[in-house]
């Protein structure tokens, strides 16, 4: 019934044509909502500075979809004209440890104690006003601000301030002062004590607090939040051009990278083992090809270019979505990094949903007793190991090689439904019940 339907107002700094996991969260759910008896209108910057573009994702917005906009301002063009590494700033990418200039270190430390929660922050007060307007002429019954960039969860203490009937729901598709990156951002205390205040105001306020990992909601409860973990997922829609599973041979053994791996989260211990494995094993060098398909950090590819892999590397560069998607399809072997640190176990790369809809194998980095750990073994899609286990994963690539040499298949993941966009957004319509 007409009467039944409910309206939901999603604030995002992401949408297409912006690329990268960020946008593809609440482009799928506004897609999948109007299902479950909720019609969405998304807020957006009218002039955003996106760090990547994929213009294939624009045929998921729906065409009934209410879109408005509002001017923002950023200081990120200022600030790749001083320092052209600053350009990473954007997608939270950072130069560490003897890599970084003396421009990177000053950037770092501008951009973590001036710019508080984030360099987005410009846009709070205005787009505050402008929906406060918007919600006084129009009726909504939920409001949804999503980050990074956490700054957009200011917005939504402002109008839950002045709305306080409207239903909150503030969700964190990467932690806000938890996040492995906060403490290479040079915080004095005081600016320490800034983030970590509005992150508390902006977990008792919520009505309900969105997590994108199990860990990461339980931690979001531990310090006052409502918190309900919804993981990202696949979609298997027709229109996406995703097939699951897909039935492919590949001419070479094919390891893949896809996305966007910067240096904090650079797997050496891999490059390491494939080298020794090249040396060893003899016609592994000429069956074998590591591919990335996404932006790869330079010094990366760099040190990649020291080493005898470097002849096995086939470097496609950023693709948009339904290519990246293809490429996964077209591996043996796909390969997800995490933060080492103890504090990144709860961080599940939105990428390993699709990854688990090819049917393929996958190869995973990060701490011990990850969430993403929990997933593989669930689903028997693959292995997660530390970065010291690297005998473990010798083993674990060999192994798979040694099928792919004799033909033989590995099992297909088991239980990946639960993680499908449209099953999501069922439990995010129940939540919003």
Not at 134 to 147: I, K, P, Q, R, W
Request: charged share 25%; proline share 5%; aromatic share 12%.
């Amino acid at each position: 019934m007409e009467s039944a339907i409910k309206k939901i107002l999603i604030i995002t700094y992401y949408w297409p044509p912006a690329g990268g996991p960020g946008v593809q969260r609440w482009l799928k759910f506004a897609k999948y909502l109007p299902e479950f008896g909720w019609k969405p209108t998304v807020f957006i910057p009218e002039n955003p500075s996106y760090p990547l573009l994929d213009e294939s994702l624009e045929k998921d917005v729906p065409k009934d979809l209410e879109i408005i906009k509002n001017k923002i301002w950023e200081p990120y063009q200022l600030a790749e004209k001083l320092n052209k590494s600053n350009k990473k700033f954007k997608a939270g990418q950072f130069d560490v440890g003897q890599n970084q200039s003396w421009k990177s270190k000053l950037s770092i430390w501008v951009r973590g104690n001036f710019f508080i929660p984030d360099a987005r922050v410009f846009w709070v007060k205005p787009s505050t006003k402008y929906l406060k307007k918007y919600l006084s002429e129009n009726h909504f019954d939920a409001l949804v601000t999503t980050g990074p960039p956490h700054s957009l969860h200011l917005i939504g203490l402002g109008l839950k301030k002045e709305f306080p009937g409207l239903k909150w729901i503030a969700d964190f598709r990467d932690p806000w002062t938890e996040i492995s990156y906060q403490k290479h951002l040079k915080l004095t205390k005081s600016s320490d004590k800034k983030h970590r205040d509005l992150e508390q105001k902006v977990f008792k306020t919520a009505d309900i607090t969105l997590a994108t990992s199990f860990t990461d909601a339980e931690n979001f409860r531990k310090n006052g939040a409502n918190a309900i973990c919804i993981t990202n997922g696949f979609d298997s829609d027709a229109s996406t051009t995703f097939n699951i599973p897909g039935e492919y041979g590949t001419e070479k053994f094919t390891l893949s990278y896809v996305g966007v791996l910067e240096q904090l989260r650079n797997p050496e211990i891999l490059w390491k083992v494939l080298d020794e494995i090249i040396t060893e094993k003899d016609g592994f060098a000429n069956d074998f090809e590591l591919k990335f398909a996404g932006r790869i950090d330079d010094r990366i590819l760099h040190y990649l270019n020291s080493l005898k892999l470097k002849t096995s590397i086939n470097n496609l560069g950023y693709l948009s979505h339904d290519k990246a998607l293809q490429e996964m399809a077209n591996s043996d072997l796909l390969l997800i990094t995490n933060f080492p640190q103890e504090s990144s176990k709860g961080i599940i790369p939105g990428k390993i949903f699709e990854y688990l809809a090819t049917g393929k194998q996958i190869l995973s980095f990060g701490p011990k007793d990850a969430d993403v750990a929990k997933i593989l073994t669930e689903t028997h899609a693959g292995k997660h190991f530390d970065y010291s286990e690297k005998e473990k994963v010798k083993d674990f690539i060999v192994n798979q090689y040694l099928n792919w040499k004799s033909g033989k298949t590995s099992d297909n993941p088991s239980s990946i439904e639960q993680y499908s966009r449209k099953n999501l957004t069922k439990t995010l319509s129940q939540v919003l019940q």
